[in-house]
């Protein structure tokens, strides 16, 4: 149960990262792969995301636009 609960929180706060932190990265930064690089320092420390795994966070940006 309580891995369920981690899991589901854990999707929750990637999904806001994705309504609002990436936005503004988007917005803030000089170009894509800039804002890909601030949002990859948020991704690789944050457990949200680190529960992924690095292969599977290195993809997520890839594909970000």
Same mark, same amino acid.
Request: hydrophobic share 50%.
């Given at each position: 149960?309580?891995?369920? !609960?981690?899991? =589901?929180?854990? %999707?929750?706060?990637?999904?806001i990262d994705m309504k609002i932190l &990436? ?8 170009? !894509?792969?800039? =804002?890909?690089? %601030? ?9 949200? &995301? ?16």
């Amino acid at each position: 149960m309580f891995r369920w !609960l981690k899991s =589901a929180w854990y %999707a929750r706060l990637r999904r806001i990262d994705m309504k609002i932190l &990436w936005p503004e990265c988007a917005n803030q930064a000089s170009d !894509l792969d800039h =804002a890909k690089a %601030a949002f990859a320092v948020h991704a690789f420390n944050d457990p949200a &995301w680190q529960i992924l795994g690095e292969d599977r966070i290195k993809e997520f940006i890839d594909s970000l636009e």
